[in-house]
C-alpha cells in the first residue's frame, strides 16, 4: 500500500471509491466542494497495486480555529479490514501534526475512532447540533481544546446538517 497526496487527476477516480463505500453520492459531493471551496486541506489517497483503495479528507473547521474536520473517509469495499482506513487516518493526522494544526474533530462510530486517539469528551462542552456520543476529538498538541464555544465544520458540511 502507498499512501500519497490527491491530485486533479485523481478526482474522477477518488469519487467513485467514495460512493462505492457509502453506497450514495452526497460524500463524494461534500468532497467536490470542500476541494471547490479550497477547504481540502489535507487529502490523501491509498494505492493498492497502483490503484486508489482508499481516500480521506481534512478540512479546517470554522470553529474552533486551528482545528481540523476528518471526513470522510472511504475505502473500497472489497478492500476493507485491511488496514487501509486506519493508514490513512493516522498519515493524515501526522501530517495535520506537522503542519500545526491543534486538534481534529470527527464524527463516526467509537469504537472505530478511539483506536486513534479521538474521544467523546474531548468534543465535549462546544455548542453543536452533533453533540453527542459519536462527536469526538483529539488534541494534536496537548491542551488544545478548551471546551468551550461554538463548533463550526468547513461550510461545505452546512448541508449536511440539515
Ligand atoms: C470505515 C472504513 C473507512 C474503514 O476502512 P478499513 O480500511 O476497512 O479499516 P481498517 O482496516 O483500518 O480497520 C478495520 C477495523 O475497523 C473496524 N470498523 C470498520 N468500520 C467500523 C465502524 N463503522 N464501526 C466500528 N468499527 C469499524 C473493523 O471491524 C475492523 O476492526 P478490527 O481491526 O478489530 O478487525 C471503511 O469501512 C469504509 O469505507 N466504510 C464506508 C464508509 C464509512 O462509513 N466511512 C466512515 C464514516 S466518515
Redesign the pocket.
Known sequence: MRLRHETEADHDTVRRV?EA???RED?AHLVDRLRAEGDAAISLVAEVDGRIA?H?MFSPMRSPAGALG????????D???????????REGLEEARKRGFTACF????????T?FGFTPERARGYATPFAGPFLMALDLTPGALSGEGELAYARAFDDLAE
Open positions: 467514495i463505500a457509502f453506497g460524500e482508499g480521506v476528518l471526513a470522510p473517509v472511504s475505502v473500497r469495499p478492500l476493507h479490514g485491511n488496514g487501509i482506513g486506519g493508514a490513512l487516518i470527527v464524527l463516526g462510530d467509537p469504537p472505530y475512532y483506536r
